[in-house]
């Protein structure tokens, strides 16, 4: 069973990869530039023209000789680019031109996408076309869930797209702008074939009633692209913390189960070859846009027929060419696909794939050695085993591959990386493709008495017990974790293919081992010093139009208000906290409480505290997500209570009594103290507490000369008056707003009281996150977007 370990032969690099890379470089230059490319393009031209000569350079060095007619192909392509996007971006302007001069129920909508929700609202992409006008692309929000195909006409307002960052992102992929409805006014299913497909797939939704389980919306998702059962059990999130995102979007390998049982139904019939290979590319086209035609699924789709055709007549394939050429046809066809992440991320794990899969799998076989049977086992039991394990380390070889390619685009779009993703892979790839087997032949023969219901039956079967292993190994510490320095990862990703791909070294077992081993060092001090070392320090969070504080030494921390939406998840993450002793949550506003539900499984917590009186106020939802997180039900404090976290104390100073919750009035105030080795800091955390309540606290006598306020209620004009910022005579004053929100904090008032009582003022939507670590003369106080620590 022991082979020599060969090194595999370096891959052809086709000229038809360079050609993809200019059409998505300049398509997606000129389409985040927007209507005023000409200018930014020209201020990045240097770098550009050096990036194209680079990869010029590195192909050259590859293939040994110069290739003439390439250069001349990428000025083409580049040309062809600036031609198409100028144009996108030219009706894009005049459709944007259009829907502002004209109201929204005159324009034909129809949903392209499926919706998603958030609270009663249902949003999905749709076009908008008029009778003898423009049409283009939009973010639609209805209060009534459409279905894909749906064409309707509704009353409600347009927004173009702005110039943040969201609005770049938009316009990348071309959707130029959203339109908010608020009433549908007529609505009616599509025609035609994508109306009959549409039609198919609702049945088949009826049938798997995917959202009332986790295992139908498993199916659902897996063979109709439908994300909406996915969402409401948490299950792509899930899939996501596992690196298992690509088995649940549909792709090239759900279209290889389909084509594989297709052609063995159709060789089994005897049907001819070419009609057998026009019958797949047909199928494989329904079953695509029976999905929804994710972009994934459109390029393996359309790589699957340059494949057939190639073989009818007579052309050996080459995977890298095909899956390059099926990138340039579809960026000619939408310069917008370049901005698609998806796209994006299917054509880099593929190309990948053929590039570097052969590689690592060689390292891997040099790591780890090959598997030599004991003298007892026969030699088919010998064999079976031996190739399984080949299969298995060539899993985890096209795993690695994957997420290493892909890991800038990860890291950017999502912040984090899951690390059990390759042995994920290997562990429920091959049961995946049987639950993709069994799901569609249960669904085509969900007609057939008794028949459809046993495949179907066996598919539920299968794919709970997936979803069981998936949810051991994602509640797993560090199966997932964040990235915050993207530009770094991208610059190591991209200089480690290279070396590779120019050196494509001859490793050897112990230099790999070593490696091995210095990486578990270096990832074991950084957890130590991360989750047990942190040093004593209050974080004023960059949430938003929210509150989030972190109180933290050692291996001790307290979250105080988690913020809205997700954000605390990457702040958190921005702070390297992995577990949290408890989360206090000052009173029962969103803004505050939001956060906490989206910490389950990201980061750990203990427990959650309430003022006196909230417990029993807090919704039955929002609970349940707090019992989940803990395994135990919210905790009350009261006026008085002290907390410890390491060293630091923190003490309720209000309210003084029993409390609903659901008023600024009702937060809670915390005083925070430390006090070792001659280092101290005290600083007092307001909530949403406004200058009554921060007056009766002062006044009491429970609260005097402070080091660092965090201002009350994001700063509002009522937050502190000009008596009690004299007598808390804070240093440091920080609030915590969202940039461009619409309540206009902090207000200009409440920073003139503060800074005349001599504090220094800072806000998180200026400043970013607010680090403040206590000092022998006065705090240290660092800002996210600082580059020197300011001393008091």
Partial sequence: MCRETVIPRRPYLPPALYLLVALVVVDRLILGEGLGWAEGVASRATTALAAMLAVFAVAAMLRGRSWGVVPLALAVAMLSAVVSSSCVL???ERFVEAMGKSPVSSWDVT????????EDVYRCKARATSSGGPSGNIWLSLPECPRVGDELRCVGSFAPNGQDEWGVACRQQGIWGSVRGVRILETHAGGGIQGILQQIRQRVLDVLEADKSESDALIAGCICGWRGGLAAFGLDELFSRCGLAHLIAVSGSHLAVFSTMLAGLLMSLRVRPRIRACALCACGCAFVMLCGAPPSAVRAVVMQAAALMGGLLGRRSHALTAVC???????????AASGQLGFLLSLCAVAGLCVFSAY????????????????????????????????????????????????????EAFGEVSLIGPLMSALVGVPFNMLLGLSLVGVALSWVPFVGDVALGAARLLAWAILMVVKACGSLPFACVPVTSVPEVRLVVCVGMVTVLLLWPRVSKGVLRALVVLACVVACVMFVSWRYCAPARICVLDVGQGDAILVQQGAHA???????GDAVVDALSRCHVMHLDAVIVTHLHADHYEGVGALKGRVGCDR??????????????????????TCKDPEEVSWGDLLRVGDFALRVVWPEHSVVGDENADSLEILVTYDVGGRCLSALLTGDAEQDETRTVVCHGTVGDIDVLKVGHHGSRVSIDERTALALDPEVAV?????????GHPDPECVKVLRDAGASFVCTKDVGDVEVLPGVEGPTIRAQRTDEAQDR
């Fill in 90 to 92: 030219d009706q894009g």
């Fill in 111 to 118: 949903v392209v996408s499926d919706p998603s929700q958030k």
């Fill in 325 to 335: 050429v099926a990138g340039i046809v579809m960026v000619a066809l939408d310069p």
């Fill in 360 to 411: 690592v799998a060689y390292a891997l076989k040099v790591l780890l050695g090959s598997w030599k049977p004991p003298r007892m086992v026969p030699r088919r039991i010998a064999t079976s085993i031996y190739r399984a394990l080949e299969g298995t380390r060539d899993s985890i070889a096209a795993s690695l591959v994957a997420q290493l390619v892909t890991l800038p685009l990860v890291a």
């Fill in 558 to 564: 307290v979250l105080v208000d988690a913020g809205p």
């Fill in 608 to 629: 959650v505290y309430v003022a006196e009186g909230v417990g029993e106020n807090i919704p039955a939802d929002m609970r349940q997500a707090w019992v989940e997180l």
């Fill in 735 to 743: 609030a915590s707003a969202g940039e461009g929100n619409k309540f």
